[in-house]
């Protein structure tokens, strides 16, 4: 049985930072390009970062230069280093792995508030 799991969301001041981990199980984590997005309240999901196989990473351009995305083979875990938080980066958080059994995350929430 697949299973990919988000930890790590809460709530942090503008300008803070978040490390989300997502710890997946049932697959080979290494033929798996795993991906974080996020959907906000009224709002569409949204692809935030995505992390290949060979390790080369994409980010969407709202989040370049502030975010980080990494992953532990050895491991099964995938990272989300979040740094210069806004407000408008607030909403859950999903962690997409894909590959042979496409799986999502239950997600977890990240609100950025004074």
């Known amino acids: 049985q697949v299973q990919v799991v988000e930890s790590g969301g809460g709530l942090v001041r503008p300008g803070g930072s978040l490390r989300l981990s997502c710890a997946a199980s049932g697959i080979i984590f290494s033929t798996y390009a795993m991906a974080w997005y996020r959907q906000a309240p009224g709002k569409e999901r949204e692809l935030v970062a995505v992390?290949?196989?060979?390790?080369?990473?994409y980010y969407a351009d709202s989040v370049k230069g502030r975010f980080t995305i990494s992953r532990d083979n050895a491991k099964n875990t995938a990272y989300l280093q979040m740094n210069s938080l806004k407000p408008e980066d607030t909403a859950v958080y999903y962690c997409y792995a894909g590959g042979y059994s496409p799986t999502w995350g239950q997600g977890t929430q990240v609100t950025v508030s004074p």
């Open positions: 992390i290949h196989t060979d390790g080369g990473p």
